[in-house]
């Protein structure tokens, strides 16, 4: 026997190296051309007869009813920009540069996803829509760790994110993105609107108890209001209990309420949350008790109609923000309302209709780009002036890709003139009265080109 | 001092929940000798009972809304409305109570059907088997409920006449409002729990039972069948775990993972409370759920923060280090 060495050149090392090199680099280079498609962004569908737009939303969890609706909104969107139906807010937006012929002649089409209200599971599922199903923009909500999570990520995958509900300055402040776009309001502009309001119903002088999601919407909602009410009405506040998102039972938090010293409960839940928490306080008595010299008050500074079909007459008298409302009465809001309840037999909720107003906005910005690619479509929604879709005249600000429009100040009605008249609106608040500097809430929008 | 007292009957209502699961848990233990996971389920199905009963009297007509000019919109008028007026409004207001009278045969039904059906097949296996096959179960109860009525919570309300509150302090002086549906549950979470133990120590079926809890192979000797009393038994434990959840609906919207949130903490009540001891799984779950609730008090959480959540498990490693058979645990059992 012999002993046979085996010894590796420096050659053949070298042509292995190559060989192992392309091959392991292959599989970045096929995803690269898929990337590039020959025009240089991901998911570019100018070789093909349609668009899909992806509509991540939540199904499940304790934001679903808004889910449901936002899913409602975007499926009539689509409706819309494919020329069926009655044209919605395409007959009163302004500029308006959608033909009906889908977007830049293309039939839109579209995937659904569910976030289950949970930030890992809407990543999951908006990857899913860019790597799998090739979505060129993506939407959705109702959470804004949710919003914050797959924000990010669009950033990363360089495909634009038009946010629907999501109400957190967070989203637009320390985690904005180039890629990511919010039409709803947020914290600030609620607690801008609602100081004077609630100074002028409630007086000054209070003290507040808050129970908070615990997540950035809560927090963030909880300091607006307590900065904007601090500086109007000088309340101050007795404690801000921080409680788990989906908890169902509030009753563990509710009761340390009644002997806090506090003559007023501010609710930072949002859903079925709000829904359970605010039934709760009313079970338990909080409305008929005097604190203070005071008559109770709870405020629950951002509802909806849904919400206050879900707490019955419990909203009756309870004052909140919205940002918007089906009862408006400007041509936007009667038109989307109207082809709305045609299609699905009940008014829009706010979440629907910012999901709404997004998708016709995004497809409008593709027209006005004349290319779905993204860089070119961001630069088309910076600094975007808009009318026409129930907000009085909008600007879709550059700096921090937040709209600034009118908010509402709205109150559980007490005579409702039917099953769907829950909420009146006791002001309109100017978009001047609550818009704020970008570096308020400083973020860093990231690059165009990723 | 209000506030201590408003706690600790929050505590006794969220206890009762945990006492009557536990109950069950613990009856099905000391006759059968089976650890049931899918005992949660139980309390998750008897809750949804209530929705199904709910959904059948307000089946509804669809009727034109004429106060909506914006769109054709329609109005649900349950049916019981339109025939019989006044009553029917009166009977759908009630649903939940009125569901309880068929949640006890449905469940007894549901028990009966679990024990024979599976759980028999598993008595001389490990426990390991039992936990795992019960496990299983929970999870098919739970994904056959959810493809039924869907992932979300589905609110059902008390009666008209309890949806207000009692103010228990103004014999004392005292500002003590609390919710009457609470008060109603605490109640009847007693009055069961009174029955059960009325039922093992009064009636003769009940003594049989206790013997055969104490020495099985001895009754069986006497010519009784143990067997089928103990799946009888394991059916009651089924009626009491559904009721409990049948009666939280109006507290908790019910949704098909209800049962394995309460599973969970009813087990550490179980366990604190001592295996196999039914005055144990009671005064334990009573004990926890006030403790859990004095824990989420602004006083205790400044100087614990986060303490609320963490308490009952705490709880359970001190009663466990203290005294490891829990606190009226027997000799003997779950130690070979």
Known sequence: MTDKKTSVSRRSFLKGSLAAGAALSAPALWIQGAYAGGHGFRNDPTNKATVTLGFNVPQTGAYADEGADELRAFKLAVKHLNGEGDGGMMQTMKPMNLKGNGILGKKVDFVTGDTQTKSDAARASAKRMIEKDGVIMFSGGSSSGVAIAVQALAQEMGTIFMAGLTHSNDTTGKDRRRYGFRHFFNAHMSGAALAPVLQAEYGSDRQVYHLTADYTWGWSQEKSIQDATAAQAKWGTVNAVRTPLGAGDFSQYITPVLNSGADVLVLNHYGKDMVNSLTQAIQFGLLDKQVNGKDFQIVVPLFSRLMAQGAGENIKGIIGSTGWNWSLQDAGSQAFTKSFGQEYGFPPSQAAHTCYCQTLLYADAVERAGTFDPVQVIKALEDHEFDGMGNGPSLYRGADHQVFKNVLVVRGNQNPSSQFDLLSVVDIVDRDKVTYSPDLYAGDLGPYKV | ?336
């Open chain 2, 1 to 336: 001092m209000d506030a201590i007292l408003l706690q600790i009957l929050n505590g006794l209502d969220k206890g009762g929940a945990y006492a009557l699961i536990a109950l069950g848990l613990t009856l099905i233990f000391g006759t059968l000798g089976v650890v049931n996971f899918a005992h949660g389920a139980l309390f998750m199905l008897g809750a949804f009972c209530a929705v199904t009963v709910n959904k059948l009297i307000t089946a509804s007509a669809k009727v034109r809304d004429e106060s909506v000019t914006f769109f054709e919109a329609y109005k649900d008028v349950p049916y019981l409305e339109m025939w019989l007026g006044d009553t029917g409004t009166l009977i759908i207001d009630w649903s939940v109570p009125i569901s309880l009278l068929v949640a006890v045969p449905v469940m007894l039904g549901i028990g009966l059907a679990m024990e024979r059906g599976l759980i028999r097949h598993f008595y001389k296996r490990p426990h390991a088997d039992q936990i795992l096959v019960t496990f299983g179960l929970a999870i098919v109860l739970q994904e056959i409920i959810k493809a039924m009525y869907g992932a979300n919570p589905i609110p059902q309300s008390a009666p008209d006449l309890f949806t207000g509150t009692v103010n228990l302090g103004a014999l004392l002086g005292m500002d003590l409002a609390y919710p009457a549906w609470r008060l109603v549950y605490f109640i009847f979470s007693m009055g069961i729990i009174v029955a059960v133990f009325s039922f093992l120590q009064f009636t003769t079926f009940g003594m049989v039972v206790r013997a055969g809890m104490a020495d099985r192979e001895t009754v069986q000797l006497l010519g009784i069948n143990i067997t089928k009393r103990f799946s009888t038994v394991f059916g009651i434990a089924a009626v009491v775990s559904g009721l409990a959840g049948l009666m939280y609906t109006p507290i908790l919207p019910p949704d098909y993972h209800m049962g394995m949130d309460f599973l969970v903490l009813s087990f550490v009540v179980v366990v604190v409370g001592g295996m196999g001891s039914l005055p144990g799984a009671v005064a334990a779950g009573f004990l926890l759920g006030i403790l859990q609730s004095l824990a989420s008090m602004t006083e205790v959480k400044s100087i614990f923060p986060g303490i609320d959540q963490i308490i009952i498990y705490l709880i359970a490693m001190i009663v466990l280090l203290v005294r490891p058979r829990g606190l009226m645990g027997r000799k003997g059992v779950m130690e070979d």
